[in-house]
């Protein structure tokens, strides 16, 4: 199985008997995280980072791995989140392959891969198993929870789990709940994989591998990460070398189809195709209004939103981002200031679309460093 | 193989040795077309009518084929496009399989479908099929050229051959060179087609026929036709039924997900598979700027526009359109302008994204109407 796990990794145990949202129970689950800088004697200095889809807990370097993290830019002393003052913590995503328990980690009742054995994963399975690895490194309370994308979906479920834990909330890019634009792309991307008969239920070895359906899902999946704004200006209608193209019919010619290729080539064997899968799904069954207890009188998001208790809040989104778009992160932010919060709520410009919170450092650092300056 | 013809199509012949842009010629080809109304005695009032990647040339009803066509709401007596007035032609394109040559029609050398044998299709060959096509019916001039989405490159493709011929042009939804975010989505989808093993490389019968891969096309085309904006008004996050669902693993739950399993049951089975993969690439190969003699020394498609000769011309875009966005009808009207033409761009605000000039009358037909009241 594909499991990749960062040299740098710690590991929480779950506990025993850990309950599924929607049934089931892991025994013997666990997290791989990292984590950056020290918890000072107050105890009040920590901060969750919670991933989305595919990154790992290697956030950042360290002296355990110094290779650069997903967020190296964010994270580190002296940068926006500071670990001179902060104490970090970043999980590996319950469900995920790099090192948390999951569809591709061991089952202990049979010590084969869990496979669709593993229980049903939802988004609020995640941020369940967040609050236990913080127990185990006895974190009583949280200077604040950030999430990016999926992340930024578990840490309103975090916050709706754990009333008044964290005192601040940074969420980019993330979403409230999914809406059907996004399940779409999302559903077409675990169609591409269920029906590579390599996938086979779940049941492929490095030999027989559903590549096809994965390099299809992760090449849907750019570009929706990324922007027609973007791409036009670095791509345009540029062609690839005529020994870049392969000879197949209707074979690749822009360097667009190229780019597309090199993203599936890093991606297909190096994610789990059922972790793909279970976390997909769970963001696609993410709806914190299911939390409001006025939802059977019609309760909303923006209800579920104003029941959460979190001092301030920052949600940032991108203007060319078509997979969580702009409102949604400005639904957050409204949301979170109908609860009392004092919440802010920024829009950029960047054109390289969900995917801009890895990248356009330029934009989204002051903003981060702004949050964690106080 | 796959070939739907409509029955009150009519044929026309295209002269053999029809020679193709990029190399190969055609014996024996022929355009389906369909008409309506009548050429008047001045032989100024014909209108022709341009298609998208998969419609036929039934456009509209008549006494011969009552059912309605694709834009029944626009072509008929008393409509924006007035019948009683106007005499109105629409072929199917060049390379699709509604009645017109391409790879899924006889090639006369061998008794066989062409399949992967048919040579490379260009929009400009689609371009200078129609104007073939008019040819055969005695056709001197045009009132104008109306080009929907594909057919809005084809028709600019036709107005760069034929200087004034055409003297009105009304460009829907269509652009004057593929972008980058196009080209990926339908690499993406000829992907899931050349893929798909029973594909075979063009060879495939009603027995084994690449049947995922057309589905999983049709459903990114789909999901790029529409808007998150419209389904999520329309679909929300609403469940299926239970008995509507699967009970494969992962299988689908929400309406959205049915909904575009509808559409892939429509079309996996009525449109050919290589000739979808022929239009596909010919659109992602268009770029007027090739036509502009200063191309050399950097011509743009701005100053390709400004060369056609049209006196009049409205460009119309959507703003919800992710696949030909407003800016390249924007593009289109402003070129135009610049070489002298009357020329008119409106952007309009309906949800239903590039699809919207098939089902949003309301907002289209007051300004087709507009365009054809002189």
New interface residues.
Partial sequence: MTEYIPPASQFARLPDAFAMKRGGAIDGGRLAYETWGRLNDAGDNAVLILTGLSPSAHAASSAGDPSPGWWEANIGPGKPIDTDRYFVICPNALGSCRGSSGPASINPATGEPWR?DFPRLSIEDGARAARAMLDVLGISGLHSVVGCSMGGMVALAFLQQNPGFARGHLNVSGAA?????????R??Q???I??DPQWN??HYDDEHYPE?GMR?AR??GV?TYR??LE??G????VRLEPDQRDD???G?E????SY?DHHADRFARSFDPNCY?YLS?SM?WF?LSEHCPSKATGGSVHDALALLQVERSLAIGVETD?LF?LNQQEEIATGLAAGGCDSRFVGLPSPQGHDAFLVDHERFSPLIADFFKD
């Fill in positions: 669709l709940q999914a809406l059907p634009f996004s399940i779409a792309i559903s077409l675990r169609e591409a269920r029906l239920d779940g096809t299809l090449k849907l570009v922007s027609a791409w036009r670095r791509f345009g209608r197949e019919p209707f690749h822009f360097q667009i189809e597309l899968l799904r696609d709806d078509i778009p």
